[in-house]
Antibody, heavy 117, light 108 residues
Framework: EVQLVQSGAEVKKPGESLKISCKGSGYNFPKYWIGWVRQMPGKGLEWMGI????????RYSPSFRGQVTISADKTINTAYLQWNSLKASDTAIYYC??????????WGQGTLVTVSS | SSELTQDPAVSVALGQTVRITCQGDSLRRYNVSWYLQKPGQAPVFVMY???IRPSGIPDRVSGSSSGNTASLTITGAQAEDEADYYCKSRDSSGNHVVFGGGTKLTVL
């Protein structure tokens, strides 16, 4: 069974750093892209970027390039989304999903990130 | 604003047919995928391109495309179909991915 399990909810202060994770199981993790999607409170889905774990090829949405870092460690079947300096506007649920630029077929349960002073 | 446009809300009577649309110039060149999301839950992949359904999605859900418009059609709508529906495809450059703004489907 394909599963993506994300790390737990986080509460951070503005300016702090954060790295959240997404662990895949039940399939050949290195050979499938992992995408990250943001959903701000009460809003729609936003594409952030995607990483291919086998060679760490990474593509960013123009809206998120320079704001976050997407990475993966194929040795432990885990993808990451990282911030160096959080802002209140980063408060959102972040989803990882397996797939490609065309489709995302399996999704993680989401990680709620709350940034508040 | 998104390069893919969806109606914010659509309603359908129980058992009737509803079409959810997604418009964008990039759809003339690139396939669309569809996702539903129920409150408090992660999105679920329901359709790719013209009628490629993942396992577990009933065949009363179908996809189609014409010109700059892609459609997700639900035949015989059920209460459990009530959800937010999002389309996803490439932007006009083809280099990036975009989601539509989402359509809230209400089953009356």
């Amino acid at each position: 069974e394909v599963q993506l399990v994300q790390s737990g909810a986080e509460v951070k202060k503005p300016g702090e750093s954060l790295k959240i994770s997404c662990k895949g199981s039940g399939y050949n993790f290195p050979k499938y892209w992992i995408g990250w999607v943001r959903q701000m409170p009460g809003k729609g889905l936003e594409w952030m970027g995607i990483v291919y774990p086998d060679d760490s090829d990474t593509r960013y949405s123009p809206s998120f390039r320079g704001q976050v870092t997407i990475s993966a460690d194929k040795t432990i079947n885990t993808a990451y989304l990282q911030w160096n300096s959080l802002k209140a506007s980063d408060t959102a649920i972040y989803y990882c999903a397996r797939g490609s630029l065309s489709q995302l077929d399996y999704w993680g349960q989401g990680t709620l990130v709350t940034v508040s002073s | 604003s998104s390069e893919l446009t969806q109606d914010p809300a659509v309603s359908v009577a129980l058992g009737q047919t509803v079409r959810i649309t997604c418009q964008g110039d990039s759809l003339r060149r690139y396939n669309v995928s569809w996702y539903l999301q129920k409150p408090g839950q992660a999105p679920v992949f329901v359709m790719y391109g013209e009628n490629i359904r993942p396992s577990g999605i009933p065949d009363r859900v179908s996809g189609s495309s014409s010109g700059n418009t892609a459609s997700l059609t639900i035949t015989g709508a059920q209460a459990e179909d009530e959800a937010d529906y999002y389309c996803k495809s490439r932007d006009s450059s083809g280099n990036h991915v975009v989601f539509g703004g989402g359509t809230k489907l209400t089953v009356l």
